[in-house]
């Protein structure tokens, strides 16, 4: 009964990774084109493209993998269901995740880790911690791989709506369902830190006081001191850069 649980599960994880052929039940010989931008995989903690094991590779990799991964994803087929990602794509994001998170999950502490590397200028810690906790939607302290295309799905191929709310939550520390000047305040420390002091043009220390004053002069419109997300999807939506820079991700993938 063990061994047949232990074939199922690894079939499983091949399906998920494009490494096991359904039709046939043997190792794909063929690599997973990568479909992803390499610019934009620099920016996605646990998403960098591999190359696919060859079939030599397999016997080894196949007790590594069962001795190591305690989380394992749903099937191909329900993901693709709840998110719009095709399954080639899912096996793609899959594999870079799995070769950065073999585990199956990412905990705080690494996600800073792997982040830090792409900002190496400057301190990206703040940053990534509260990108952690927009992606950690379930608050058990990691960020699944499920966690983690459902976010990204959100982002890359959601409406205007369902990106607009993804951004407001992450700007929204505490949850309260409105973003305050100094919730703002802390984003904006953290995006300068991320991007170091040795920038062109210089910045100045007062700049991130300033973009918040300028964020709440265009979206606060009742003047209350804070933000709430009708006014905050309202502002974007009549903003002409910002839906434009949410144009950029349409095909990343």
Partial sequence: ?????????????????????????????????????????KLLPCCQPSAAPSVSQNSVEDDFELSTVCHRPESMDKLQEQTKFTKKELQVLYRGFKNE??????????????????????????????????????????VSFEDFVFGLSIILRGTVNDRLNWAFNLYDLNKDGCITKEEMLDIMKSI??????????????????????????????????????????????????????????????
């Fill in 1 to 41: 009964m063990k061994a047949k649980n232990r074939d199922q599960s690894l079939s499983d994880s091949r399906e998920l990774d494009g490494s096991y052929d359904q039709l046939t039940g043997n190792p794909s010989t063929s690599q997973s084109k990568k479909t992803i931008k390499q610019r934009f995989l």
């Fill in 101 to 142: 998170c073999p585990s199956g999950v990412v905990n705080e502490e690494n996600f800073k880790t792997i982040y830090s590397q792409f900002f190496p200028q400057g301190d990206s810690s703040m940053y990534a911690h509260f990108l952690f906790e927009a992606f950690d939607t379930d608050k058990n302290g990691s």
């Fill in 192 to 253: 300068y830190d991320m991007m170091g002091k040795y920038t062109y043009p210089t910045m100045q220390d007062d700049a991130p006081r300033e973009h918040v004053e300028s964020f709440f002069q265009k979206m606060d419109r009742n003047k209350d001191g804070v933000v709430t997300i009708d006014e905050f999807i309202e502002s974007c939506k009549k903003d002409e850069n910002i839906m434009q820079s949410m144009q950029l991700f349409d095909n990343v993938i």
